[in-house]
């Protein structure tokens, strides 16, 4: 299986890390592309935020019911800081595993990290910058993957 990881949010990295770890718990080979923004997610320090800007599904649990965020409430200064910390605390409350417990549980399963080298160009990241134990390549090491894959997702 592959994944191709193009956002970098907290609510956007979820979704690749599960798939990625729960595949190589049922013993499937994975690898995740890391490219564009989700190239931020293999960075050493995380400081991931939730945008509610332009995210009309968004609903957040609120006094016993779920409240539907307005769009243009995104627009206003620190939205982004309380969808953040509200949804950081949600995730604490319900004992959710963080990105960082996810990604190191991905290694450990021996999941295939790779950031995207023309995005850490383009970007001008350091290697220094990622955690360890990554590979770099481009766009030809995903196609190889890719090729032998039976499940490709891109997210």
């Known amino acids: 299986m592959t994944i191709i990881v193009t956002k970098?949010?907290?609510?956007?990295?979820?979704?690749p890390f599960i798939l990625a770890t729960t595949a190589a718990a049922m013993d499937v080979n994975v690898t995740m592309f890391f490219t564009f923004y989700g190239?931020?997610?293999?960075?050493?320090?995380?400081d991931l935020t939730v945008n509610p800007?332009?995210?009309?599904?968004?609903?957040?649990?609120?006094?016993?019911?779920?409240?539907?965020?307005?769009?243009?409430?995104?627009?206003?200064p620190?939205?982004?800081?309380?969808?953040t910390g509200m949804m950081k605390d949600m995730i604490k409350k319900k004992g959710v595993?963080?990105?960082e417990d996810l990604r190191e549980a991905a290694q450990l399963?021996?999941?295939?990290l790779i950031a995207c080298q023309m995005t850490m160009?383009?970007?001008?990241?350091?290697?220094s910058d990622m955690i360890d134990d990554i590979e770099y390549a481009g766009a030809a090491t995903y196609m190889e993957r890719a090729l032998t894959s039976d499940i490709n997702l891109y997210i």
């Open 8 to 15: 970098g949010t907290l609510d956007w990295a979820y979704p």
């Open 39 to 46: 190239l931020g997610l293999l960075k050493k320090d995380l």
């Open 53 to 76: 800007l332009g995210n009309t599904a968004m609903e957040m649990p609120m006094m016993g019911g779920h409240m539907k965020m307005p769009n243009i409430i995104g627009m206003l």
């Open 78 to 83: 620190g939205m982004t800081g309380l969808a």
């Open 97 to 99: 595993a963080s990105i």
């Open 109 to 112: 399963s021996d999941v295939n």
């Open 121 to 127: 160009d383009l970007f001008e990241y350091k290697n």
